[in-house]
Every structure is written in C-alpha cells, then in structure tokens.
C-alpha cells in the first residue's frame, strides 16, 4: 500500500457550500498532482505541483484551487459546490524522477445535491 | 499532439486464458511507460513500467507487458486469467525530460474475466 492518504472518503454536500479535500503523503514526494474521473471513465488532470508554492492548473479547466505549503499536504478546495462537481477525486504523487510511477490515494467520491 | 490510445473499452475472456490489454501512444522522444490497475471504488495501482532495456516487463499479480518501439505499443499481457484480474486498466506515457511532470493516461480498458 501506498502512503498517500484523502479525507473524506466520501462527501455529500449542498450547492454552494465550500469544501476542502484532504490529501497527505509521507514519501517526501515533490510532485503531486489531483485527477478527476468520473467512475470508471478516463482521468483528467486538473492540478499539479513541482514542489512547495508551486503549483499549476491541468488540462481540465476547473473551479477549484489547490496549494502547497508543505512538502506532505496539497489540499483542494472547492469554494462553492455544485452538482456539476459530482465526481471522484484521485490525488498522486511521485518523486522528482520523470522514470517513476505515480503513487495513488484512495480518492474521495463527492456529490453535490 | 501526444496522447494514448487503448482502442477497446471493454475485453472480455475466460478465466484461464491468456489476456492482452492494448496501449499505443503518440509521443516524441522515448518515452516512460506504464500500466495501472483500478478497483471499483479505489486509486489507481501501479503494475509495471518500462523505461529501458528489455522489451519484455514484469510486473505485479502475473502480468506482464510488451513494448514495441517501431509499432508505438506497450500492451499488458497476462498468461492465464483470474477472476479477481477483473477491473479497469489504464496505460500511461510520460515524456522524458521534456521540462513536463504530467503524465498523459489512456481512456482505461474494463477487462472482465468470465468463470
């Protein structure tokens, strides 16, 4: 198992509400990065970080922000819901290498009534 | 524009029977490759990858994958199927030291191994 954790695993939540969903490694990882999927369908990068302050928005334009103030902790924050953000959250890490694979938290699935 | 192909979204076979799970990809450069698996409700795990040297990688639970440079492909074999083999698979590419930390992912393959 790899240790990169996501709180919560699930989430429901009204329109318009802020949220923010947690994810945390512990392999020192410099690289992380959250995907949207919804399930069972492709992935869709929407955020990603090179390090500490550093962070970049994906190929997928999405209203959600994320930061980095800690090697461990790159959070993503929703700032008002909607059901167009149902969806499951995948976040990764990986090392500073571009020959390694990418490590997967578990994904928090959100829906949004 | 680089990108991932798995033609087929849904390969099915019986369990005991050899599996293929096709990638080809569009990238510049050598890239690195590699195979996830993906249970329902779930992240991704990791199952292989290849970088250099041999044509022929091991990976996790049996499988296996075979990259052909001149046919673009990297496809994940298995030689005899289990039911449990059940699950979403994607294939990844990521460019090599092109300044870029993103990994670009096919559209995932169900594989559905009958008893």
Known sequence: EADIYQTPRYLVIGTGKKITLECSQTMGHDKMYWYQQDP???LHLIHYSYGVNSTEKGDLSSESTVSRIRTEHFPLTLESARPSHTSQYLCASSPLRASYEQYFGPGTRLTVT | AQSVA??????NVAEGNPLTV???????GNPYLFWYVQYPNRGLQFLLKYITGDNLVKGSYGFEAEFNKSQTSFHLKKPSALVSDSALYFCAVRPPA????KYIFGTGTRLKVLA
Do not use: I
């Open chain 1, 40 to 42: 069972g369908m492709e």
């Open chain 2, 6 to 11: 798995q033609p087929e979204d849904q390969v």
């Open chain 2, 22 to 28: 096709k990638c080809t990809y569009s990238v510049s």
């Open chain 2, 98 to 101: 092109s300044g870029t930390y």
